[in-house]
């Protein structure tokens, strides 16, 4: 919209005063270039509309206030800038509208820079109704920005960005030099689209500054933005800077929270998080000096530690400026927090940082959790922080800090807005205000380009497809397939003479009989299934065999391309069995390999028989940079007999605490004869190695390998419950960056025969 009325208005303009504005047609690089070079302010190019490839768009030049130097699609939304393309803006009172950036990636180390070299940053600038859609570099972990701002007073704002699957923050405001500090640019009404779970640090979707130049000012301004479903990490958005203002922002289903990473004199107030109960939901965690954080509003969020709907962190005395400065002269007013599961003080709280919060106010917050649970915690002192007038409407409230918050009961009422205010009029004053008005998805981003809606999900597609037995009758129809697909497989065997390439979601499932042998894929490559970008599988109801099989290095029933995967997978087998993986001395089930992460891999009411390697292998990424390979890996009501590797190998080694999982679900399993083969490395036929969160529970476990956890960082969760061992050697548990005992919660678990707990 903006594009249009800009060019008319612009036209409509160089009529009246023809002499003073040239208006450039261009139809390739050439004649932009050319056009390029005799660009004055008010001129205007005019990208035609149509694909240019391979284009690294550069614009520069002196545009004046009410006369800038523009670049503007035919029409917006019609030229796409695809392959190894980016665009550079330097010079004064720029505005470049209307593109689309997708099916590629930049060359460079952003897509978009508010620089066209480091003596020529972009000031008075603005870029406006854009589209970055998935043009993210193949490698997930070789690193960009989309966005990279640098300079003084330039507007971002009504674009949209969408699917960056690559390490780097999608938006990044750069205080690296002094011309661009104390900015005061604005970053308004875009549309920050799905971020997929990135598996590692460098998720964030904004950033403003580095730890580097965080002591300095950038004054900027982050307004009436939605950030929806943008689950890269635990940061939402990074501040490390000083005096920015974060007002009246939408965040949609995100995991983590916006945090006042570094940097003082930062104000939040007036957004909106709206958790929908999703895991990890969070909402502001606060660290340094001098935050304020007022008048917001928060709903259904689940996370908790670092995620809480507030998390006011405690700091390291005289920290360095990489660490945690501690929070002082903190305002914490207004907020209101329902069907929340937490609200925490001094987050973080250990040797290191053992700093409380000091001279701060938390005053007239309205908060309401989750029945059953504790919903304000506090992990160490917080006589400095003065409490008053706040409210707790529903969930217990710990003992230690009953005496800061009033108990009040009242019913919530949806508002106009869509928010939940109390009915009661007591309450009138308490928390978030009244008139918020929550900025709305058609408010955001460009009009004339879609936003996502949900994943394609198997079966989606409504189309089934009968697969006869026979030889590559299956790879065939699962070749043919699209997205969404489901092959249906009668009796009898199938037989595999290639690997098949997934790209796409796919069922297969097989004709349920009653009684009937279910029918039977046998594969004579090291492989049947390769998963590729794109691609989740679901199968269902079948038997895989690996009789077949050749005996080569890496066997897998399934496993991922060593072509790079930008996407996030997901893996169901229900009704599955898999037997006689045995050709060699490790043939795995599932092998997850090097910058592949799945989403979820789920097995249920499944068998597994006469297996040498690990069912699941999820332990590719062995450098220790906080990467894995699984955020979600649920195995439940299956079958383990005669396995040598472990169940589950999953690793996630280092220090680094910028993501959530992987989490991992093992319940009501039967295992006999697991992991004793002597190529299983772990010694273990259960191997979480920096699991976050693990619930291991109501397992049978017969003359097997011991389950081996060994906790990492952060505050991992283990719960080890209602098992039952027989001769089988008790758990072998590590903390490696912990003191004292280790932290899983076991109970209810019985050894008999040799084991003993
Ligand atoms: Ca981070």
Redesign the pocket.
């Known amino acids: 919209m903006l594009a249009r009325h800009c060019l008319v208005l612009l036209v409509m303009w160089l009529g009246a005063t023809p002499a003073l504005a040239e208006h450039y047609f261009v139809r390739n690089q050439n004649e932009y270039a050319h056009a390029l070079k005799q660009i004055e302010a008010g001129d205007i190019i005019i990208l035609a509309n149509g694909e240019w490839r391979d284009f690294e768009l550069v614009i520069t030049g002196k545009g004046e206030p009410e006369r800038p130097i523009t670049v503007i699609s035919e029409e917006p939304g019609k030229v796409f800038l695809t392959g190894q393309s980016s665009l550079r803006i330097g010079g004064e009172h720029i505005l470049v509208t209307g593109l689309v950036f997708k099916d590629g990636y930049s060359p460079r180390g952003e897509v978009i820079s508010f620089r066209r070299s480091k003596q020529d940053q972009a000031r008075n600038s603005r870029v406006s109704e854009i589209v970055i859609d998935n043009f993210s570099k193949p490698d997930r972990y070789e690193s960009d920005y989309w966005v990279g701002i640098y300079g003084k007073n330039n507007r971002f704002d009504h674009n949209h960005l969408v699917g960056k699957t690559n390490k780097g923050v999608t938006l990044a405001v750069r205080l690296d030099s002094e011309e661009s500090r104390e900015n005061e640019h604005r970053i308004d009404h875009n549309y920050f689209g799905p971020r997929p779970v990135l598996g590692s640090?460098?998720?964030?979707t904004l950033r403003i500054g580095t730890s580097r130049y965080s002591m300095h000012r950038s004054d900027t301004l982050v307004e009436n933005n939605v950030f929806d479903r943008t689950d890269g990490?635990?940061?939402i958005i990074?501040s490390k800077s000083g005096g920015n203002i974060f007002r009246g922002n939408v965040f949609l289903k995100s995991r983590g929270t916006l945090t006042l990473r570094h940097g003082d004199d930062n104000v939040v107030e007036r957004n909106v998080f709206l958790g929908g109960g999703k895991d990890y939901t969070g909402g502001i965690r606060v660290i340094n000096r001098n935050q304020t954080v007022r008048s917001n509003y928060m709903e259904g969020l689940r996370g908790q530690a670092f995620s809480s709907a507030l998390a006011i962190m405690n700091g390291v005395p005289n920290s360095p400026v990489n660490r945690y400065v501690e929070v002082e002269h903190a305002r914490v007013e207004n907020n209101t927090i329902v069907d929340s599961r937490r609200v925490a003080f001094n987050v973080g709280a250990d040797e290191e940082r053992s700093a409380p919060p000091s001279n701060s106010i938390f005053k007239g917050n309205l908060l309401s959790g989750l029945p059953g649970e504790t919903l304000v915690e506090s992990y160490d002192d917080i006589s400095g922080i003065e409490f008053a007038g706040n409210r707790v409407v529903l969930g217990g409230v710990q003992t230690a800090l009953s005496d800061k918050f009033t108990a009040a009961s009242t019913e919530f009422e949806r508002a106009a807005n869509g928010l939940l205010y109390p009915s009661d009029p007591e309450l009138g004053s308490t928390g978030a205000p009244r008139d918020l008005k929550p900025v709305s998805l058609d408010q955001v981003g460009v009009k004339w380009y879609s936003k996502p809606g949900d994943e394609v999900a198997f079966g989606s597609s409504g189309k089934v497809v009968d697969v006869a037995p026979g030889e590559d009758t299956l790879v065939e129809a699962a070749m043919a397939a699209a997205s969404g697909d489901v092959l249906l497989l009668g009796p009898g065997e199938y037989i595999a003479n290639r690997a098949i390439p997934l790209g796409k979601a796919l069922t297969i499932r097989g004709a349920y009989e009653e009684g009937a042998e279910p029918p039977t894929i046998y594969f004579t490559r090291p492989t049947l299934i390769e998963l590729r970008d794109g691609g989740d599988l679901q199968i269902a109801n079948i038997t895989i065999d690996g009789a077949l099989a050749p005996d080569s290095v890496g066997n897998s029933a399934i496993r991922t391309t060593t072509y790079p995967i930008k996407s996030n997978m997901r893996i169901e087998m229900d009704g599955v069995t898999v037997r006689g993986l045995v050709v060699n001395k490790s043939f795995n089930v599932l092998t997850l390999g090097k910058s592949a992460l799945a989403d979820r891999v789920s097995i249920r009411n499944s068998n597994f028989v006469d297996i040498t390697g690990a069912v699941v292998s999820a332990a590719a990424e062995t450098e220790d940079f906080g990467q894995y390979n699984v955020e979600y890996l649920d195995i439940v009501d299956s079958k383990f007999a005669n396995v040598g590797g472990p169940i589950a190998d999953v690793y996630r080694g280092g220090r680094d605490e910028?993501t959530f999982g992987p989490n991992i679900s093992f319940s009501g399993n039967q295992i006999a004869s697991v992991g004793l083969a002597a190529t299983n490395g772990s010694g273990a036929s259960i191997h979480l190695h920096g699991v976050q969160i693990a619930k291991i529970e109501r397992n049978q476990i017969v003359g097997s390998a011991p389950f081996r956890v060994v906790h990492t960082v952060g505050t991992p969760k283990t719960s080890i419950n209602d098992n039952q061992f027989a001769d089988t050697p008790t758990f072998v548990l590590e903390e490696l960056n912990y003191e004292g005992d280790h932290r899983a919660e076991l109970s209810g678990n019985i050894f008999a025969g040799d084991g003993s707990e």
């Open positions: 640090n460098g998720g964030e990490e635990v940061e990074s910028s």
